[in-house]
């Protein structure tokens, strides 16, 4: 079993409409909780962290975390063309700060 | 603000010739450090961190290794390139001890022929 898994994709979305990605991990002394995105060919660049159970929302980003069922998801609202990319889950354990990442979902915002 | 560096952007190197590529952080005082490889297709695989100068764990045994030679200095290398070195190179720092996250470098793209 995988530390930390996503569905790879491609998840295709209509522009305007939500786009739902989710995460699961299997440590659970697991604390923090990261979404990255990677546009092809770049490096990925940090667009939501979340620590504690709930919902968290930043603009049209909406992290979820559920340390019961060791499940974290990401929302993204009206979601645009420029969303396109590879969303990476990333999960960090309480002892120490490496990130494990899981291998990303490719998601397609199709005007 | 905190910035890093990350050089050089690709490089194509033959099967068994030497490897350095470097890491520098500015804006902060003793980051941890990470070097991750992302092959075609695939996920981050952790490399190497370091908490402090002369501080590397390996992460993967593997013809690679890393040295932090300064505070906001990591070197990546290799003796002698393997095909299956070929991948995308990244750089990372965070802020210890708390887990806030990384910040990623652009990048070193390389192919190994």
């Known amino acids: 079993q995988k530390e930390v898994e996503q569905n790879s994709g491609p998840l295709s979305v209509p522009e305007g409409a939500i786009a739902s990605l989710n995460c699961t991990y299997s440590?659970?002394?697991?604390?923090?909780f990261f979404w990255y995105r990677q546009y092809s060919g770049k490096s990925p660049e940090l667009i939501m962290s979340?620590?504690?159970?709930g919902d968290k929302e930043d603009g049209r980003f909406t992290a979820q975390l559920n340390k019961a069922s060791q499940y974290v998801s990401l929302l993204i609202r009206d979601s645009q063309p420029s969303d396109s990319a590879t969303y990476l889950c990333a999960v960090s354990k309480a002892a120490g700060n490496k990130l494990t990442f899981g291998g990303g979902t490719r998601v397609l915002v199709k005007p | 603000s905190q910035t890093i560096h990350q050089w050089p952007a690709t490089l194509v190197q033959p099967v068994g010739s030497p490897l350095s590529l470097e890491c520098t952080v500015e804006g902060t005082s003793n980051p941890n450090l990470y070097w991750y490889r992302q092959a075609a297709g695939r996920g981050l695989q952790l490399l190497f961190y370091s908490i402090g100068i002369d501080q590397i764990s390996s992460e993967v045994p593997q013809n690679l290794s890393a040295s932090r030679p300064q505070d906001r200095q990591f070197i990546l290398s290799s003796k002698k390139l393997l095909l299956s070195d070929s991948g995308f190179y990244l750089c990372?720092?965070?802020?210890?001890?708390?887990?806030?996250?990384?910040?990623f470098g652009s990048g070193t793209r390389l192919t190994v022929v």
């Open positions: 990372a720092w965070s802020l210890p001890p708390g887990n806030y996250g990384y910040t």
């Open positions: 440590d659970r002394v697991s604390q923090s």
């Open positions: 979340i620590y504690s159970n």
